[in-house]
């Protein structure tokens, strides 16, 4: 998959809940950061896992970087949009 297909691979939404993981958050900061449930975030981190084929939240977080999709310098949305 080249590099514009990779950022499709995930959405703007399921990369700003890995970014947030990564940064140690956990699933109530993440949801309170975005303004979504602690269930949306779940939602979120869950389809992001199936999507990379990860077991855990860390694999999914470490894949995501391997392959491009995460950067230590990304902003996050406000929340405020929609996934």
């Avoid at 990564?22 to 950061?33: F, N, Q, T």
């Avoid at 979504?36 to 470490?62: D, E, P, Q, W, Y």
């Avoid at 970087?65 to 996934?83: K, Q, V």
Wanted: glycine share 8%; proline share 1%.
């Amino acid at each position: 998959m080249d590099g514009e297909n990779q950022q499709e691979l995930l959405t703007k939404r399921e990369r700003d809940v890995l970014l947030l993981i990564a940064r140690g958050k956990s699933s109530k900061e993440i949801a309170r950061r975005l303004k979504i449930s602690v269930g949306g975030t779940n939602f979120h981190v869950l389809n992001a896992m199936k999507k990379l084929g990860a077991t855990t939240r860390a694999h999914a977080v470490a894949d995501a970087i391997f392959r491009g999709l995460l950067s230590a310098n990304m902003e996050i949305s406000s929340g405020d949009d929609t996934p």
